[in-house]
C-alpha cells in the first residue's frame, strides 16, 4: 500500500472548527481515499496516538491543543445504487447533498437544509431541524473500524440512534471512522410542514402545497434569519440539548411560565428548548469577553473574534449553572468537547 498521504505536525486547526478556537493538533493529515485513511490509522497505532476525524469541525469544541493525529475526511463521490437509494462518501458537504437531492426531485432530507457539516458527521449525532431526523431517511453506512482495520456495515438498528445520539457517540466513540453513508430516499414525496416555524413560514409566503424546493428554500430564510452563520461569525449551531424532564416537573415550572414551550416526547417526559430557559435566565445576546450568546437564538453560543475554546466553555459552564439554578434543569452539551 503506497499513497501519497502528508502528516503534518504542530497544527494549527483555527480554520478547521466553525467556533474559529484557535486549537494545534499534534498530527494532521487528510484524507481522500480508504487507502489514505487505512496509511493515517496505521501512522496513529504506531505511535499510539488518539485518533480525531474531522469533517466540516460544525459540531466540535477545542478547549485545548490535540495530543494526538486528526483526520481531517476529504472522501469525495456520490453513487445511485437504486432510482431513490444514494450512498454518499462521508466527506461530502452535507448542504451540498441536500441541494443535489432538490435538484434531483429526491425527497426526505430537504427540512435538513443549510445544516453546516459532512455526510459523515450527520449519523453520529443523528441530525435534525424541522420535524426530521437523519434516522427517517437512513438505510445504512460503512465504517472503518479502528481495533480490527475491518470495513463494517451498520445497519439503522445497529447504529442505535437517539435525539441527536448514536452508537458512534458512545459505545464506538473513537472506534469507528464512517466512510459512508447510504440514504433512500423518494420520488414522490409527503413533505413534513409539522414544525410550527415552517408552517409559520409557508402560510407567510402564501405557499399551500409546497414541494420539496419550497421547503428548502423555506427552511434556508427560517435558518439564515436565526442562526448566525459560521463564516461570519464562530459557532457550532445548537451548543446544549434541548433537555427532556418530567412532566411533572414541566407542570411546576408552567404554573410559573406559562409561555414555556414543550414537545412531546413520552406519556412522562417532554422536552423543553433550551434556547427559551438561556433566553429567559437573561443570557440572550450577552458576552465575556469574546465569548458570547447569539442574540436572535440563545440555543447558540458564538465567537465575536479571539475567544479561546477554555472561554467557550466558561461562558457555557456560567449558563448550565444558572439554568440549574434558576429551573432545576441540567443542560448536556451538544457539541463534541475535546480536552
Ligand atoms: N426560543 C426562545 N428563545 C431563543 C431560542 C428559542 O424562546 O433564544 C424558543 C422558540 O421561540 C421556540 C422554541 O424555543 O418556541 C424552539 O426554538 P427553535 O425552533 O429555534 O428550535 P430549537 O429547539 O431551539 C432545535 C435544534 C436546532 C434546529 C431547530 C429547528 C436542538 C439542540 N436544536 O433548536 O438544531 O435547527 O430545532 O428544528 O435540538 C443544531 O443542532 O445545531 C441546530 C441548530
Not at 252 to 275: C, F, I, N
Request: charged share 25%.
Amino acid at each position: 500500500m503506497s499513497t501519497k498521504l502528508s502528516i503534518h505536525k504542530d497544527f494549527d486547526l483555527s480554520s478547521f472548527n466553525t467556533m474559529g478556537v484557535s486549537s494545534k493538533a499534534a498530527f494532521f493529515a487528510e484524507v481522500a481515499s480508504v487507502p489514505e485513511l487505512q496509511e493515517a490509522i496505521k501512522f496513529a497505532k504506531d505511535k499510539n496516538l488518539e485518533i480525531l476525524v474531522l469533517g466540516g469541525g460544525s459540531n466540535i469544541l477545542f478547549k485545548k491543543d490535540f495530543d494526538g493525529l486528526v483526520i481531517y475526511n476529504a472522501l469525495k463521490g456520490r453513487d445511485f445504487l437504486s432510482e431513490i437509494d444514494l450512498k454518499i462518501a462521508s466527506g461530502e458537504n452535507w448542504h451540498e447533498l441536500v441541494l443535489f437531492c432538490v435538484e434531483n426531485g429526491l425527497g426526505g432530507i430537504e427540512n435538513l437544509s443549510l445544516i453546516p457539516g459532512s455526510v459523515g458527521a450527520a449519523p453520529i449525532q443523528n441530525i435534525g431541524a424541522y420535524g426530521v431526523e437523519l434516522e427517517n431517511v437512513f438505510l445504512s453506512l460503512e465504517a472503518f473500524m479502528i481495533d480490527s482495520g475491518e470495513l463494517k456495515t451498520f445497519t439503522k438498528d445497529e447504529c442505535k440512534f437517539g435525539y441527536r445520539e448514536s452508537i458512534f457517540k458512545k459505545e464506538l466513540k473513537g472506534k469507528a471512522v464512517i466512510t459512508s453513508v447510504t440514504l433512500r430516499l423518494s420520488k414522490d414525496h409527503t413533505v413534513n410542514t409539522s414544525y410550527k416555524a415552517l408552517s409559520e413560514k409557508l402560510l407567510e409566503k402564501g405557499i399551500s402545497e409546497p414541494d420539496i424546493k419550497d421547503i428548502s428554500d423555506c427552511v434556508i430564510e427560517i435558518r439564515q434569519s436565526k442562526l448566525p452563520d459560521p463564516k461570519q461569525i464562530g459557532n457550532t449551531g445548537s451548543f446544549f440539548k434541548n433537555p427532556v424532564i418530567s412532566v411533572q416537573h414541566f407542570n411546576q415550572l408552567k404554573s410559573e411560565y406559562q409561555d414555556l414551550p414543550s414537545y412531546p416526547v413520552t406519556e412522562r417526559q417532554v422536552k423543553v428548548p433550551a434556547g427559551w430557559l438561556i433566553e429567559k435566565a437573561g443570557w440572550k445576546g450577552k458576552r465575556i469577553g469574546d465569548a458570547g450568546v447569539h442574540d436572535k437564538q440563545a440555543l447558540v453560543l458564538v465567537n465575536h473574534g479571539n475567544a479561546t475554546g477554555e472561554e467557550i466553555w466558561n461562558l457555557a459552564t456560567e449558563i448550565c449553572l444558572s439554568i440549574s439554578t434558576e429551573f432545576e434543569i441540567n443542560l448536556i452539551p451538544e457539541v463534541n468537547l475535546i480536552g
